[in-house]
């Protein structure tokens, strides 16, 4: 089964809208999305094209976060020595690293992530999310060690 095959019709059904998505997300107009999405700007590690696709994201301990399973873009922006991202009408260069599934803080991002995102949770990663925005816990380790979390750090 191939990569899209795995994902729900409705976010294929989404992704038409992904060009769209990033020009608001990068222009002044970013409020209308940017509270939980930003534009990734990255470069194929085969082709060396240039893509930019909005991303859901999460902030913990002063950091930001994208979490991803079925996808890879991950993959080309781990290995660039920088990507850019718009964050809440923001441009940043910023260095993209994948958080090992045994890091401590992995849990805590992921948990937050899906709370704040209780559509995705549900939709992609198929964690169900209680009324008071807690996942369920067998979902939520299921679904740690099958998909990716990468931290944007700054340049120094």
């Not at 294929?12 to 060009?19: C, F, G, I, T, Y």
């Not at 696709?53 to 913990?60: D, E, R, T």
């Amino acid at each position: 089964m191939t990569t899209t095959e795995q994902l729900p019709l409705r976010i294929h059904a989404l992704r038409q809208l992904n060009p769209v998505l990033s020009c608001v997300l990068k222009s002044p107009w970013h409020g209308l999305a940017s509270k939980r999405l930003l534009a990734l700007r990255h470069r194929g590690r085969k082709t060396g094209k240039s893509y930019t696709i909005p991303l859901a994201y999460v902030s913990y301990e002063g950091q930001t976060y994208c979490v991803t399973r079925n996808t890879q873009w991950w993959q080309n922006a781990v290995s660039a020595p920088s990507v850019t991202i718009w964050l809440r009408g923001r441009q940043l260069d910023v260095v993209a690293e994948r958080v090992p599934s045994t890091d401590a803080e992995t849990r805590a991002v992921f948990e937050k992530f899906l709370a704040e995102n209780p559509g995705t949770a549900q939709l992609v990663y198929r964690v169900r999310v209680d009324p008071a925005g807690k996942p369920d816990v067998a979902d939520l380790e299921r679904e740690i060690h099958h998909s990716n979390l990468v931290r944007f750090k700054g340049l120094a």
